[in-house]
């Protein structure tokens, strides 16, 4: 019974991905909009082609280094298999997309009992939400999570942990409005060695408010829940918004620098024409996308899967997916 429920659950997800892609519509449009008019009306695979397709991957704000990186690698991978028309060009460049993407390890840490989640960001990002999503999702997978309501700037913002907790059927410990946010995270987590939980999530602010800043309050939360337990937090994530595009990069780096990221949770990938981000952040700073929120919903959330991402990039361009390198 156990594993049959198992069994659906993973079917159920493999099958998010593809109900998922039609919300990536705007960036799947807007990129294969552009591949078709610029790329796939050229004949030849010359210079004026690359150039195109440098400045396609650009817009959909792959970040430059990385654009220009994966088209050198799609120059070296036509001559090598002496790709003569443009379709299979775009095939051989997603394949190259889908090498980048798979070479990372995108597994989340969560063997320790219990593991302690660390969620950061700016203010709005999908924090709060994230945490929801991802709570609910780990109780569907039979662990008991336990979330901490460590935003104390906002009175609203422990109250929307709290409904999220709620709705995601998991305790949670909130603090007092105004209250220090690294005593809320040090309770959880002390609460969540008491209660036997598998995973502590801590939810913070997104907003400066201390005199010392945003960076010095999540620090101190780091280091406080590393009292309890060496190796916590066992993750950092940052939640980015995909709609903010190359801008995330500069804030993933200013987060990444302060509190050493472990991951990075990109929202809102439903309704942005940016669907490049990802691998900008990626090649930029090295932190690998572990999961992605397309929606607001409970069920809207989930780890992210390379293939079916480019699937999904790639919709309407090349219908076919294509096989992996190799
Ligand atoms: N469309 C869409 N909306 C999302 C997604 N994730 C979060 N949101 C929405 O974004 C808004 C902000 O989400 P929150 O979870 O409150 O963001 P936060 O980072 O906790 O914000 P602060 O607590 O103010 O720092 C809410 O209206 C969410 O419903 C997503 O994946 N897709
Ligand atoms: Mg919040």
Do not use: C
């Not at 929120?293 to 069920?299: H, P």
């Amino acid at each position: 019974m156990a594993e049959q429920a198992a069994e659906e659950r993973r079917a159920r997800r493999e099958s998010w991905w593809r109900r998922m892609s039609r919300r990536m519509d705007k960036a799947s449009l807007s990129f294969s909009e552009q591949v078709r008019d610029v790329v796939l009306l050229r004949r030849d695979l010359d210079d004026a082609f690359y150039d195109d397709l440098l400045d396609i991957l650009v817009a959909a704000d792959a970040g430059m280094g990385t654009a220009e990186q994966l088209v050198e690698r799609l120059r070296e991978r036509v001559r090598e298999q002496r790709i003569a028309t443009a379709e299979e060009a775009l095939a051989a460049l997603k394949a190259e997309m889908l090498e980048l993407l798979q070479g990372r390890n995108r597994g989340l840490r969560l063997d320790a009992r219990p593991s302690v989640v660390l969620v950061v960001g700016v203010n709005g990002s999908g924090k709060t939400t994230t945490i929801g999503k991802f709570a609910h999702r780990l109780r569907e997978d039979g662990l008991s999570p336990l979330v901490g309501a460590a935003d104390t700037f906002r009175a609203a913002a422990i109250e929307q942990m709290r409904a999220w907790a709620e709705r995601a059927r998991v305790p949670i410990v909130a603090g007092r409005p105004e209250g220090d946010p690294a005593a809320v995270a040090f309770d959880t987590v002390q609460s969540g060695i008491a209660r036997g939980a598998d995973v502590v999530l801590i939810d913070t602010a997104g907003r400066l408010h201390t005199k010392g800043g945003l960076m010095a309050e999540l620090q101190k939360m780091s280091r406080v829940v590393g009292r309890l337990i060496p190796d916590a937090p066992h993750e950092t994530l940052l939640v980015l918004e995909a709609p903010t595009g190359m801008n995330a990069v500069v804030q993933a780096r200013a987060f990444h620098e302060a509190l050493g990221l472990t991951g990075v949770v990109l929202t809102k990938l439903d309704g942005t024409a940016r669907g490049g981000t990802l691998l900008a952040i990626e090649a930029e700073l090295g932190v690998p996308v572990k999961l992605v929120g397309m929606g607001e919903g409970i069920d809207d959330l989930n780890v992210f899967d390379p293939a079916a991402y480019l699937d999904a990039l790639f919709a309407g361009v090349l219908d076919v997916p294509q096989p992996a390198a190799g």
